[in-house]
């Protein structure tokens, strides 16, 4: 996505003209071009060759043998003056949990556990942009609004070549005519063919507020700036999206060191922090695709003509709202993990 957008910018600079369907691809496929990116780093990762991984769990275990050696002491010092008890018995779960996610094939399990909450909130992220709202799929919503409004920049920026026509001028057959408005009809009929094949390629509907050339087709004045802010606003967009991707990879990086901290024995448990991050950055991605559905079902309900107000609202003001919303619920989980924690442990162990 981004070389389509370095090369949206470099025609729209050096010529004045654009390729729609390259900037289309990416505002359609944005998300899912920066989700694939990290496929091979998942499969690795489950496969059990990610090297970054490995080395994580190398350490932990290391850190892991001397903390359960020092349990160890405390423990069988226990036994032998209790003997064998419930107690005694529960206090060997977690440290022999943490032994075998982190000894058995190189962390095998617990990038397998990684994984599945990765899959989770990836399956959930799907069913939200599933969910139809006035006759029309979120996903749907956001890929239709997309492509309209991308075609609406292209066209926005290509009419600006029909300005440095005359208004005046003669044909082959000595008629007067109108170069300029002609040169405007040319692009406008181009812009609609190409749009609806798009759309007949791409499988997306059309919607009665569907975007229309000819309602821009004298609002050329601003289109270089409206153009450069689409720009930044599709790249703040796919910014966050990476980052969100980047942060899910480094939550299962940093699996092993949580899972080994947490053999501590006074205060929350950090594995509870790790499992709340998770949940976390899931509200995340489940927030951000919500208010981003809505607001470009909106669009496909209303009449809307401005090419910035749904990339203003992924690149901005989703991610605000999401973030929000996913720290939110990661704290309260957190907390909730933590209560639960030292409830269940005053129980079983006094």
Known sequence: MLNNLTNFWYL???????????????????????????NQDWQDLANGNSEVFKAVVAVSALCGVVFVSFWSISWYSRLIQEGFSHEILNEMVYPLL??????VNNGQLLATTSLMFRNVAVNLNDKVLSI???GITLRDAIRTANMDQAFAISVQTQLQECEKEPENGVDDQGQKINPREICRDEKINQAKNNAQKYKEKHGLSSYSNSWNPLDIAGQTINS??????????????????????????????????FLVLSLFPFGAKPIYAWVAGWLALTLVLMSYSIVCGMAASAIVNASNNNPLFLQLVQAILSPILALAMGSGGGMAAFSCFSSSGRLISGRVFR
Do not use: H, K
């Not at 943490?98 to 000894?103: A, P, S």
């Open 12 to 38: 729209l600079a050096v010529t004045g003209d654009t390729n729609a369907e390259d900037i289309v691809d990416g505002a359609i496929n944005g998300s899912r071009m920066v989700v694939s990116s990290f």
């Open 98 to 103: 943490v032994c075998l996610m982190l000894t």
């Open 132 to 134: 139809t709202r006035n």
């Open 224 to 257: 270089m700036v409206q153009a450069l802010s689409w720009i930044i606003f599709s790249g703040l967009q796919a910014a966050f999206q990476y980052v969100v991707q980047v942060a899910f990879l480094l939550n299962a990086y940093i699996a092993p060191i």
